[in-house]
């Protein structure tokens, strides 16, 4: 039926999709490890919370680094930081040096009672009984700069009423609200290096999108053999419990090589067709940066799309039409 062939031919390309966005995401994970990006990041975001600037060569003064990531400085003022700043007195905590694989190196995530313990300690730091007075806290806390971060403990201290654990409670959600933004900042430029890589790895692989569907299209060999293996269920980039996510990506990367040996995709520059003008190279860039769209979205994305079209295809069989929708009309 006519329905058939584009469902194959959209498994096929979301199956290719699939496997080079694993191999991809590796390679930007891995980057992320060697430039701490998620530790820089998370240090940014404690800097704003606390109502500073991010200062300029704050990695290296909280780990002794001596080298700066790019767009570390994006939020940076001149100057530098002081030692004794709110920010990094919080970041040098034990509670959260702690936290870190080594004695130098930032947690790449923060609980967030213990940000607000170690908050807390800096500001009102317990007597020699371990007891911790509120009076002494709201003192500190009126003589905090910047004016807004005073403004707004003093705030969280008043709607606590007095109360100790009410006022951790508070940090926590506030803690948590910039942790939020964070994580937005880490996926957004996780996707922009994802698009950029991904574009290498389109460029020198020749995986053009519009190739690609155009051989998918006219050879339904190929086709079914794609769908063959998206049968196979191809294994998952997200980690299950007591896996590590680089043994998951190890998988699905191995998978991927057995597909490229048994198959003769049509990728490559060998099998490309020749530019004949303007117009064919025009479409060779636009396919490109087509696969490099659809591999900056991720492994575990499309690997949800190719479950989704193996439960339409079982669903509709052979000789069975696709279900109707349910959306309203």
């Known amino acids: 039926m006519a329905f058939s062939p584009v469902l194959d031919l959209a498994t096929g390309l ?68 002081a030692v004794d700043e709110l920010p990094t007195r919080v970041l040098n905590h034990p509670l959260i040096r702690g936290l870190g694989q080594l004695a130098h190196e930032l947690p790449s995530h923060i609980p967030p009672r213990t940000f607000a313990l170690a908050l807390l300690d800096e500001l009102a730091p317990a007597d020699a009984q371990g007891n911790r007075s509120m009076e002494t806290l709201r003192e500190s806390v009126a003589k905090i700069e910047p004016p807004a971060l005073r403004r707004v403990l003093l705030a969280a201290l008043a709607q606590a009423a007095d109360n100790w654990d009410r006022v951790v409670a508070l940090l926590q959600a506030r803690f948590d609200n910039a942790m939020e933004r964070v994580s937005d900042w880490y996926r957004r430029r996780s996707q922009w290096m994802l698009f950029l890589l991904g574009f290498v790895v389109a460029a020198a692989a020749n995986v053009d999108s519009i190739h690609v569907a155009k051989s998918l299209w006219r050879d339904s060999t190929l086709r079914a053999a794609l769908v063959a293996e998206v049968a196979t269920a191809p294994p998952s980039p997200k980690a299950p419990d007591g896996v590590s996510t680089a043994t998951a990506t190890a998988a699905a990367t191995e998978e991927a090589k057995r597909v490229a040996a048994e198959i003769t995709l049509p990728i490559g520059w060998e099998s490309a067709p020749k530019w004949s003008g303007w117009s064919s190279f025009l479409s060779t860039l636009a396919g490109l940066l087509l696969t490099a769209i659809a591999l900056a979205l991720g492994g575990p994305f499309w690997f949800d799309v190719l479950t989704r079209l193996a439960s339409v295809r079982a669903a509709t069989g052979p000789g069975r039409e696709p279900p109707p929708s349910t959306a309203a009309h």
Do not use: W
């Open 14 to 81: 979301v199956l290719i999709y699939f496997f080079f966005s694993v191999l991809c995401s590796a390679v930007v994970e891995v980057l992320a490890r060697i430039f701490s990006m998620r530790q820089r990041l998370l240090a940014q975001g404690v800097y704003l919370l606390l109502g500073h600037d991010v200062p300029q060569g704050y990695f290296s003064k909280l780990t002794g680094k001596t080298t700066e990531a790019a767009g570390d400085t994006n939020t940076a003022t001149p100057g530098g930081a």
